[in-house]
Every structure is written in structure tokens, then in C-alpha cells.
């Protein structure tokens, strides 16, 4: 039976979902039918690459044990924040402690600048970060007041209010429209380009906007969370899932695609601020970025190598093959994504029990000129493992006005308007 998977016009920001950009979300009423669809109150959701947490969220809602894993350390932190309910009062408590140190904190800074008192000498234990190109990306004044912002919210002494501030901390960063207070313009969806402020930013004014707004959606989420669900992140990577066999009644994800969203080029801006609360440091997130399923950063040798190589599927091969003739290094990276799909979806069929479903939200793509039918080849590959059979595909036209997906042309081929639902089932 045809459904309507479009979800066009409909709100998309409710409950905590609005809480922070990222790049590709799927509409939360697209989770919540798959959940509804193929699962029942008090089972276990799993979404391998979580990404903001859309699932964890709809999971919470509708009365399910949402576990969530994705490679990102700014998406664990957002999953997370947006999927734990605090208690309104609680969070009320906690805003206006900050808000009280934080006023008398920036009052202190208006006057060292009034009478010239350099930053370090007013603020001798207030900590400035070191970052490449620190002083292109944020102007001096905005890194002295992201500074002592950081500082009031390390010492918050509750670990969900402590974590609650971080996503508002990185929130005034990294946002959709040109209200950053870097220097820069739509990081949640475009590679980062520097963008002069026409003012500049006044950090404090809007960090408490944003709490503002993120207590009403947290207040909105915990009033109709269902006690009866959970949610947790639990881990970091989709090929090596740390769940036991047959544990988990439902699988929906969505994958990254093939060198489309730079995750780390965009979430950068923020974790070099929150390195250090998420467990990371700004090399060791470079390094990590090569890991991401979809990156382009494949080493060219090793895309030669890896543009020859056959998979085994041939519907595969022969899309592969084409590309290696008209671009060896994107095929490269395109072997190299489908290689980690393989390896995602094997893992998502040996951890769901028997006659269960795996649901991946999925588009199609153009790269240099060869179409990729990303979806039919990923029903393949779950069929290839053994573990899984293709009961049926919906396709579903995106919303141009959410820019959901990156609407990215030339490099990446025509804009990606339809996306597909492939549904899949343990068998
Ligand atoms: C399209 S996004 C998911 C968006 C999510 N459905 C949402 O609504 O927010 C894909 C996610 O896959 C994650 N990812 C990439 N490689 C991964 C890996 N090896 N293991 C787990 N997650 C990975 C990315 O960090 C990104 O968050």
C-alpha cells in the first residue's frame, strides 16, 4: 500500500527536535511512523548513526528504549541532551543560578574594558583556548566572552544541567542562519567561509536567547516524554556495535551520503571550544574525521587501489566501475562508503532478533555524472549479508523549505529531492 511519507508543511521542531542544527535530519514524524509501524511500547529502538537524535527523541516520546550510537562527539552530546528530560522547576533553578554568576561576570568584563584592564589580568583564572585560526573565526572580544561563558559552565556542579548549557553553548555557534557568533554563515549546512559580522556579536545576549528557547522545547519534551521509554547513546560506531546478538526490535537510520556533509568541517567550531567536556581534543578530532562513513578524506593511493576492487554485488561493481572510468578518486571514496554500509548493515542485522525490521532513510546520487542508486544498492548489500530480506521501498519527496539535505549542484550532481525508505527485515 502507497503511504505518504512526505510529511510536507508539517512542524518539525517540536518537543526538544529544534534544540540544536544539524546537517540532514529526517523529519521526526518519520520516525515516529516507523516506530509506531514497526515496533510496540517498551521495545528497544536502535538508530546506529544517531546523528541530532531524532530517534532517540520520537522513542522517548512514544514509550520505547531508544539506544543510539553515532562516530561524532557533537552528535553524542546533542542526541543525548535532547533525549533526556529534566524536570522544569529543576531547570528553572539551575538557569537562574547561572544567569545571577554570569550577569556579574560580564558586568565585571564591561568595566575591565572600560578602564583598559587586559582580559588575562581581569580574569586570571578564566582559560582562553589555542586553536588553528582562532582569530579568523571569532573576533578577539567574541573568544574573551565564549571564554568566560565555558568557564561559568564547567563549574556547573549537576552533570545533565552542566551538558543542557554545553548544547546552548555550541548552539549560539553553530546555527542555520547568520546569527553565529563566529565569523561565519549556515554552518549547520554549508562548508564554513568566513563572513564578517555587520556588529559585533554580543555573546552574552545571545547565549541567554537560546536558553530561553531551549527551556521551552526541554519543558515541552519532558511534559510528553512516556515514562514508560528511555533513551541512551551508547556508543561511537555503527560497524562494531556494542550490543549482543538478537537484542534490539527495531533498527531506523539514516547513513551519512557519499561525500555530501562534512560533519567534522562544521562541527570543528564548536568542539574546539568543548573538546575537553566531550573527551576530545582538536587533533584527535581531525584524525577522527577519516573515519566518518561518506568522508572524502581517503588518501588518493589508496583510492586507486581501492577503485579496482569488486564486491561481490554486481549491480554494485558495475555502477563502481563506471565511476572509476569517469573519476578514480570519487569512485575510491565510493567503494570506500559502501565497503563501511556493508560492514553497518551486517551489524544491524546481527543485533536485531529474528523477523524484525531494519529501516534506512536513504538518497540517491549523481557523482560525476554517474547516477548511484544508493538505495537499491543498500537493499542489496542486506540481502547479500544473509541476515536481512527487502520487503518493500517508499520514496519521499523532501521539504525544499526545511533544507533537510544540502541541495549541492555540479560537484554532487542535481539537487537531492527524493529520498528513499527501504525497509528490511531479519530473517
Ligand atoms: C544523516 S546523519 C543522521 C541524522 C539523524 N537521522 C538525525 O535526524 O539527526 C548521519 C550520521 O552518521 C554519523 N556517522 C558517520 N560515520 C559513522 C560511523 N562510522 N558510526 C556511527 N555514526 C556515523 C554522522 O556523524 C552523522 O551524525
Known sequence: MAVNLDFAGQRTAYASHGMHSFAARFPPQLARWGIERFSDLGERVLDPMVGSGTTLVESRLLGRHGLGVDIDPLARLIAGVKSTPIDPSGLAAGLSAFHARARLLFHDLRLAREHGIPFHDAFREVAIPDFPNRDYWFLP????????????????????????????????????????VANVRDLAHSRPHRVAPARPPDVFRAFETRLARLERSMAEFAASSDPRGSARVIGDDARALPLPDASVDLVFTSPPYVNA??????????????????????????????????????????CRTLARRTSGLGALDRVLDRLADADPRRAGIARQYFDDMARVIAEAGRVLRPGRHAIVVVCPSTIAGVSVPTHELLAALGEMSGLLSHVETHSRVLDDAKRQLPIVRGRFGPGMRTEYVVVLRRT
Do not use: C, M, Q
Request: net charge positive; glycine share 6%.
Open 261 to 302: 556533509i562534512d560533519y567534522p568541517r562544521a562541527h570543528k567550531f564548536s568542539l574546539f571550544w568543548l573538546g575537553h567536556a566531550l573527551g576530545t581534543s582538536s587533533e584527535a578530532y581531525r584524525d577522527l574525521g577519516r573515519r566518518y562513513i561518506g568522508t572524502d578524506r581517503v588518501p588518493l593511493a589508496l
Open 141 to 180: 572580544n567574541v573568544v574573551e566572552e565564549l571564554a568566560l561563558l565555558r568557564h561559568l559552565i564547567d563549574r556547573v556542579g549537576d552533570v545533565t544541567l552542566r551538558r543542557f548549557f554545553y548544547l546552548a553553548f555550541s548552539s549560539t555557534i553553530i546555527t542555520k542562519s547568520a546569527s553565529s
